[in-house]
């Protein structure tokens, strides 16, 4: 039993739905909870990794001609 | 052994550093011993002011996400920069040194962007990180930072 924050106030998980999955692709890992109450979504929350971002000498060179 | 050209990897370091200055013409004054404070803002995954990307200079409130009745507040929140710019090989990197948290907050139109900015000068836009659209129900939006090494880390200048 645990207690979770949702649009209704705080709510035992007991009386929810529970939905989650992970989305990935290059730019991020994102792992996603719902919950869910009589086909309302009233708490949904997103755990993301950011992959990396690179700026590259060339480009650089390529900016300053 | 024959010289080699190249951009120095001291000067790659020293650009995220703030040390050099080729322009008199706007220079921010670092001349205090603490760093700057950086900041990041979520944006509208379909936005009506326009998108982000290498082209966007500063901070700006069109298309961020609202800051009415979702509990986020306008310009987002500060990033923690706890360890300083370094390098490995010919590579200069930098990451955030702690996840990138939206507590508590009610975002329901989707957004993909998140834009890291510094607060301190001018609200000057440092990068765009993209991802799949989202929305954030009651929750938390967790932004966790890649390993800070060469090629991983969130800024790199190779």
């Known amino acids: 039993m645990a207690i ?19 989305d990935e692709n290059d730019n991020e890992r994102a792992e996603w909870i719902e919950y869910w109450l009589d086909g309302e979504l009233v708490h949904r929350s997103v755990h993301m990794t950011l992959k990396k971002y690179t700026l590259t000498g060339e480009a650089i060179a390529a900016q300053l001609g | 052994m024959a010289n080699t050209q190249a951009m120095t990897t001291s000067f790659k370091v020293d650009l995220f550093n703030a040390v050099h200055a080729f322009n008199a013409t706007g220079v921010p004054a670092h001349t205090a011993s603490t760093a700057d404070t950086f ?24 298309g961020e996400v609202s800051s009415s009745g979702t509990n986020y507040s306008s310009g987002g929140v500060t990033v923690t920069f706890g360890t300083a710019p370094t390098s490995s090989g010919t590579t200069a990197f930098i990451t955030p040194s702690a996840s990138i948290v939206y507590s508590s907050v009610t975002l329901t139109t989707p957004f993909d962007a998140v834009l890291i900015y ?5 609200n000057k836009a440092v990068s765009v990180h993209t991802f799949g659209s989202q929305t954030i129900t009651a929750g938390t939006l967790t932004l966790v930072m890649p390993s800070n090494a060469a090629g991983t880390a969130l800024l790199n200048i190779a």
């Not at chain 1, 979770?4 to 992970?22: H, I, Q």
């Open chain 2, 39 to 62: 900041k990041a803002a979520l944006y509208l995954a379909s936005s009506p002011g326009g998108t982000l990307g290498a082209g966007t200079t500063a901070y700006t409130s069109t």
């Open chain 2, 118 to 122: 510094n607060s301190t000068q001018s």
């Open chain 1, 4 to 22: 979770v924050t949702t649009t209704k106030g705080e709510m035992d998980d007991s009386l929810l739905e529970k939905r989650e999955g992970v």
